[in-house]
């Protein structure tokens, strides 16, 4: 689904993903963008937030 707003509103297009036994790592993340390209990032550590772009070859960035 996409964000939705109003007028003078906003809100965060954030995804928020409960991984159970509290893993420390993600083996892959898979993103497919609605361009249709797909971006892969490996071994994403968890309890983190991140950021990504969809701009081909982003990297994810740690924000929180």
Known sequence: GRAAGSYLST?????HFGLGSR???????????????????TNVQA????AVSS???????IVR
């Open 23 to 41: 893993p420390k790592s993600i083996d892959t993340i898979s993103i497919r963008w609605p361009d249709g390209h797909v971006s892969r990032f």
């Open 47 to 50: 309890d983190h937030v991140y």
């Open 11 to 15: 809100d965060a297009p954030d995804l």
């Open 55 to 61: 701009a081909p070859g982003a990297q994810l960035k």
